[in-house]
């Protein structure tokens, strides 16, 4: 057989998708399986963005279109960002995109091969997966319990170099549901203007929040010089299957990676778009309704799993993440969750698929499980730690 590339046999993927097709094989053979294993909101996309959509479709909308989005959405994008950031970016400065494959374009965009981008460690793989097949290094940030998983600003300046081009940062975290403070947001920010640097904030889950406040690096430069904002539609209004993000950034930055879209997708469908822009004025209910059901759902989780003999839990901010760590006694995580999955039918993700700091970790994702399906398997967490301890 033919060989493949070189950068093929650098692609890593997301290894949750693995699991999951795991977890439905199982299923599928009749084994009743709780998932923790995938961010997919239980709540179903708000009516009027249905609707907005179902009328595109009905008057024709399903055409090529403008591959940087279209203006009805830009300009939906633009106010939503005065009203919720302060600040209203050009049309020129957002590009319509899923958000993963906007954190590909904007790290493809910014460094060279052999160029330094620093992440959190840990942090969503798609980050390491892109480093990784472009040959971009990779500084990782230790995230540690007790600053909350929270990248600290100190340990960011400690890790840049000559050869940093760009620093990533994620508030609401994930795996770990950590938020950044105010102060520490402001450090970062001050830290890539000083250092000359690009500052990449993944912000998609930027308003589920239990205590704190989201606060935005963008408040320095407006996104006009060196801070590039992402944000997806996916989790804040329960709209995964989408496909719908955006980027607001510098216009160079933005043409250069509206060219890599409109080469790899030309564009995304402008029905989706059109019904993504009613999304934008949804009701703060429907953001506080999902809020206040995820918090119910993190408490219920943690507060059992500290509970439980050898797993200590770090209660968190926002997102729809846990991130606790598990006793040495119970030996390789990896096998831990796979003997899990098959002994008690609980899905959960081993903390090293989000990088070295997860060696100890897993993760679980509250964000289509039932309160009666975490009691459940609080219950069988708890068997299994009986039984193998």
């Given amino acids: 057989m033919t060989s493949l590339s070189n950068l093929s046999q650098l692609l890593e993927g997301q290894a949750m998708f693995k699991l999951l097709a795991s977890a439905k094989k199982l299923e599928a053979s009749g084994k009743k399986i709780i998932h923790f294993e995938i961010g997919d909101p239980s709540f179903s996309s708000p009516k009027k963005v249905i609707d907005a959509a179902k009328k595109a479709l009905d008057n024709g909308k399903?055409?090529?279109?403008?591959?940087?989005?279209?203006?009805?959405?830009?300009?939906?994008?633009?106010?939503?960002?005065?009203?919720?950031?302060g600040f209203k970016p050009k049309l020129s400065q957002i590009l319509v995109s899923p958000a993963n494959s906007l954190i590909d374009f904007s790290l493809r965009c910014?460094?060279?091969?052999?160029?330094?981008?620093?992440?959190?460690?840990?942090?969503?793989?798609?980050?390491?997966s892109v480093a990784k097949y472009t040959g971009i290094k990779p500084v990782?940030?230790?995230?540690?319990?007790?600053?909350e998983y929270r990248m600290q600003p100190l340990d960011?300046?400690?890790?840049?170099?000559?050869?940093?081009?760009?620093?990533?940062?994620?508030?609401?975290?994930?795996?770990t549901g950590a938020v950044l403070k105010k102060k520490e947001v402001i450090q970062i920010a001050e830290l890539a203007r000083d250092k000359g640097i690009?500052?990449?904030?993944?912000?998609?889950?930027?308003?589920?929040?239990f205590h704190s406040k989201h606060y935005s690096p963008s408040f320095l430069d407006e996104c006009k010089e060196r801070t590039i904002v992402i944000n997806s539609m996916s989790k804040i209004f329960a709209m995964s299957g989408w496909r719908m993000g955006y980027a607001i950034g510098p216009e160079k930055l933005i043409e250069k990676m509206g060219l890599l879209s409109q080469t790899i997708l030309s564009c995304t469908s402008e029905f989706s778009q059109l019904g993504a822009a009613e999304a934008l004025s949804t009701s703060q209910d429907f953001i506080d309704k999902m809020n206040a059901e995820y918090k119910e759902r993190?408490?219920?989780?943690?507060?059992?799993?500290?509970?439980?003999?050898?797993?200590?839990?770090?209660?968190?901010?926002?997102?729809?993440?846990?991130?606790?760590?598990?006793?040495?006694?119970?030996?390789d995580i990896k096998k831990y969750c796979e003997n899990l999955l098959l002994e008690e039918g609980v899905c959960i993700v081993p903390g090293e698929f989000f990088g070295s700091q997860g060696k100890r970790s897993v993760r679980f994702s509250y964000s289509a499980t039932t309160k009666d399906e975490i009691i459940l398997s609080l219950e069988k967490i708890n068997n299994f730690h009986e039984r193998h301890i």
């Fill in 110 to 128: 910014i460094a060279n091969p052999g160029d330094e981008v620093i992440f959190p460690d840990p942090c969503f793989p798609t980050y390491s």
């Fill in 298 to 331: 993190m408490y219920l989780l943690v507060n059992g799993l500290n509970k439980i003999s050898g797993i200590t839990c770090v209660k968190p901010d926002g997102a729809f993440y846990i991130f606790p760590q598990i006793d040495q006694k119970f030996g």
């Fill in 62 to 85: 399903t055409h090529y279109t403008d591959s940087f989005g279209v203006v009805e959405f830009r300009k939906a994008i633009s106010q939503y960002t005065k009203y919720h950031w």
């Fill in 156 to 175: 960011i300046d400690n890790a840049i170099s000559s050869k940093t081009k760009a620093i990533v940062i994620n508030s609401p975290h994930n795996p």
């Fill in 140 to 147: 990782y940030v230790p995230l540690k319990p007790e600053n």
């Fill in 198 to 209: 690009y500052l990449i904030s993944d912000e998609v889950y930027s308003r589920m929040l």
